[in-house]
């Protein structure tokens, strides 16, 4: 496979990391090496998933809502000719639309749905009982489930074109009925709803993928130390390499057997 043209058109232009990139003319994605196209990439753990697979010589396509202001990423980009840098804003369906008429035809081996937003962990009160804000709820559910829903569905043409044929979504413990939302803590009321959402999404669209032998899964980070959480102490908490290299084995090994469940990064089965 070679995806030369999807590079040059991704190349973004107005960044000394991207001048350094298109200095060669293209950054060459290797025609031999899979693809993986991933959501919400300037940060925490979709930079950390572009990082490894970048380190591991997949070519990359590393989509942000804001690419002028993904400085980390683009110093990724500059180090790998292997990571291409695309806008997309996951809740925006004209944004989805338009990535996926630009990639028409280019296979994509794995599809990573990771973009989404938790709430301010420091104002817990808009999804709080008593204290909702109703009018933050479409933008929990179009970022967490829908777009995710689109975006698999824009670009699950590319995915059949691909050899890997693997779509994956990150949920969390706070989505899960079985798992007592998160252990059992109250509020977050948007970030369960939408969380469960997303499961409910996936696990039908793993029922229409299989006839075409592809494996969509949801995957559970456990709790992750991104930038935001910064030095703060809580329970369990985990750095992203643990993380995502746990992912990344976890996506490694899936067996059609596995569409539709929940699985933990430590490749323990999550209940819905
Ligand atoms: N960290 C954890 O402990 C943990 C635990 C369970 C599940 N998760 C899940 O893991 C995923 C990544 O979380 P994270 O911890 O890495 O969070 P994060 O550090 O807040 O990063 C979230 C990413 O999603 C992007 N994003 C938000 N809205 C978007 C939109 N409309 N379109 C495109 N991108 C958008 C953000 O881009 P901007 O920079 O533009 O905002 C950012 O790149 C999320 O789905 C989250 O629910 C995380």
């Given at each position: 496979?070679?995806?030369?043209?999807?590079?040059?058109?991704?190349?973004?232009a107005?960044?000394?990391?991207?001048?350094?990139?298109?200095?060669?003319?293209?950054?060459?994605?290797a025609?031999?090496?899979?693809?993986?196209?991933?959501?919400?990439?300037?940060?925490?753990?979709?930079?950390?998933?572009?990082?490894?697979?970048?380190?591991?010589?997949?070519?990359?396509?590393?989509?942000?809502?804001?690419?002028?202001?993904?400085?980390?990423?683009?110093?990724?980009?500059?180090?790998?000719?292997?990571?291409?840098?695309?806008?997309?804003?996951?809740?925006?369906?004209?944004?989805?639309?338009?990535?996926?008429?630009?990639?028409?035809?280019?296979?994509?081996?794995?599809?990573?749905?990771?973009?989404?937003?938790?709430?301010?962990?420091?104002?817990?009160?808009?999804?709080?009982?008593?204290?909702?804000?109703?009018?933050?709820?479409?933008?929990?559910?179009?970022?967490?489930a829908?777009?995710?829903?689109?975006?698999?569905?824009?670009?699950?043409?590319?995915?059949?074109?691909?050899?890997?044929?693997?779509?994956?979504?990150?949920?969390?413990?706070?989505?899960?009925?079985?798992?007592?939302?998160?252990?059992?803590?109250?509020?977050?009321?948007?970030?369960?709803?939408?969380?469960?959402?997303?499961?409910?999404?996936?696990?039908?669209?793993?029922?229409?993928?299989?006839?075409?032998?592809?494996?969509?899964?949801?995957l559970?980070?456990?709790t992750?130390?991104?930038?935001k959480?910064?030095?703060?102490?809580m329970?369990?908490?985990?750095?992203?390499?643990?993380?995502?290299?746990g992912?990344?084995?976890?996506?490694?090994?899936?067996?059609?057997?596995?569409?539709?469940?929940?699985?933990?990064?430590?490749?323990?089965?999550q209940?819905?």
């Amino acid at each position: 496979m070679t995806d030369t043209s999807i590079t040059r058109r991704g190349v973004i232009a107005a960044t000394a990391a991207a001048a350094a990139i298109s200095a060669t003319g293209t950054a060459a994605f290797a025609a031999d090496a899979q693809t993986v196209f991933i959501t919400g990439s300037n940060r925490g753990i979709g930079l950390e998933f572009v990082k490894q697979y970048a380190g591991k010589g997949w070519n990359v396509i590393a989509t942000t809502r804001s690419p002028d202001k993904a400085d980390e990423l683009k110093k990724v980009a500059a180090a790998h000719k292997n990571v291409v840098i695309e806008q997309l804003d996951v809740a925006n369906n004209a944004s989805v639309d338009a990535l996926a008429a630009k990639y028409k035809g280019k296979p994509i081996d794995l599809l990573i749905n990771n973009a989404g937003i938790t709430g301010d962990f420091m104002n817990p009160k808009p999804q709080t009982f008593g204290t909702l804000d109703h009018n933050d709820v479409d933008n929990f559910m179009h970022t967490n489930a829908l777009g995710p829903l689109k975006v698999t569905e824009a670009f699950y043409e590319n995915v059949k074109l691909g050899k890997g044929k693997k779509i994956v979504a990150v949920t969390s413990l706070a989505g899960s009925f079985g798992a007592k939302f998160g252990g059992g803590i109250p509020g977050g009321y948007w970030y369960k709803i939408s969380k469960a959402a997303l499961n409910a999404a996936m696990v039908n669209v793993s029922m229409d993928a299989a006839k075409d032998g592809i494996i969509v899964t949801l995957l559970s980070p456990g709790t992750v130390r991104v930038e935001k959480i910064g030095n703060a102490k809580m329970p369990g908490l985990i750095e992203p390499v643990e993380s995502i290299g746990g992912m990344i084995k976890v996506i490694d090994g899936l067996q059609p057997s596995d569409a539709g469940q929940i699985i933990r990064y430590n490749g323990e089965r999550q209940p819905y």
